[in-house]
């Protein structure tokens, strides 16, 4: 990393071993380092410990030898991430708290409220790269590609990411690892977060039942005929396999994916998986992408680019089309179990360059 003196730097700690090794990284390349932890909003049911997480942080940033100051945005990020993901859900949508708190608060409130307080540039522990092409920066996958978070990071603006840092891009998480037990880092061994930062271990359908009325309704087949029950539409996602019941199923019948729900009357109807049937609900080859973002210049009908709809899902070759300020997708081959809400984030040929995203409809 090219030494910076004079340069400060508010790095996000989150009590974890990734943005500890971060803040490391950035004081060992010159960086005046500054630890911002940033309280969210809880539910009360829920067995995450903010304390705890702060106390780990405040640890951390002691070894490392800098400031930690704590930022509450829980009232922010009740407003701005919790209740928009119930009002998605209750619409039958399936949205995306980790790309909404990426947008409102890492790079939103966090982002201008450091900045006011003179910070230079502001930095995360995500598994992404960031690289300069002339005047502009580009948005790169990390080194992980198990790890890789650029699909959570497609809101990101061209000026944000000019002022932002990724310093553990260009490492493995088993190299974060061992860099953490290298430099003596208290939370070098404790595990990786699982699920909603905002949950901790609670299961995300209990949540959703404290905030969302059971509404129990009818299960079909691709014929329309009823075969099971559900707890709501609302709790389901395309693609999901679990939480209703059928009424008659066989120890080693094959597993049902729901492929499609029905808001108004309350329904869903499921199908074996079976690719391009009729009965999968395929969205076919075209979706439609609100709320976009660029990172940088919009691309061209005639790119070829790769797209990935869900986290972790396999990027396929598509191009677009640009219709004011809506995006057609469209993929080379058939989709399934695409979920509108959910984002569709697109990247260049080779799928290394995050050129942006949106929401599905």
Same mark, same amino acid.
């Given at each position: ?5 004079? /340069? ?59 400031? /930690? ?142 905030? /969302? ?149």
């Amino acid at each position: 990393m090219v030494r910076k003196l004079g /340069l400060k730097v508010c790095v996000g700690m989150s009590g974890g071993v990734d943005s500890s090794v971060a803040a490391v990284l950035l004081k060992k390349g010159g960086y005046e380092v500054v630890g911002v932890f940033i309280k969210i909003w809880i539910p009360e049911l829920s067995n995450c410990d903010w304390r705890a997480e702060r106390r780990d942080a405040m640890r951390a940033a002691a070894k490392i030898g800098i400031p /930690l100051i704590t930022l509450d945005l829980s009232a922010e990020y009740k407003k701005l991430v919790i209740d928009y993901l119930l009002r998605e859900y209750r619409l039958g949508r399936t949205p995306n708290p980790d790309v909404m708190c990426n947008k409102e608060i890492k790079f939103g409130l966090f982002y201008r409220e450091v900045m006011k307080r003179g910070a230079d540039f502001i930095a995360t522990g995500h598994y992404a790269r960031k690289q300069l092409l002339g005047t502009s920066c580009q948005l790169l996958a990390s080194k992980d590609k198990n790890k890789d978070q650029t699909y959570f990071l497609w809101t990101l603006t061209p000026e944000i990411l000019s002022k932002t840092l990724f310093p553990i891009g260009d490492y493995k998480k088993s190299e974060v690892r061992k860099l953490a037990a290298k430099f003596g880092l208290p939370n070098a061994a404790k595990p990786d977060s699982q699920g909603l930062c905002f949950l901790g271990p609670v299961d995300f359908k209990d949540f959703l039942a404290q905030h /969302l009325p059971e509404k129990v309704g009818q299960v079909l087949d691709g014929s329309g005929k009823v075969i099971g029950e559900h707890k709501g539409a609302h709790f389901y996602t395309i693609g999901e396999r679990h939480g209703f019941t059928l009424s008659k199923q066989t120890p080693d019948e094959a597993p049902h994916y729901i492929v499609s729900k029905d808001m108004k009357n309350n329904t869903i109807t499921i199908a074996v998986r079976i690719v391009n049937s009729k009965i999968d609900n395929s969205r076919g080859r075209e979706i439609i992408l609100k709320e976009v973002n660029w990172i940088g210049r919009a691309p061209k009908s005639s790119d070829k680019l790769m797209a990935r709809c869900r986290y972790r899902a396999p990027l396929v070759p598509c191009h677009v089309k640009v219709e004011g300020d809506r995006v057609k997708i469209i993929f080379d081959q058939p989709q399934t179990t695409i979920a509108s809400g959910q984002s569709c984030v697109l990247y260049d040929a080779r799928g290394v360059a995050c050129l942006g995203g949106g929401v599905i409809e």
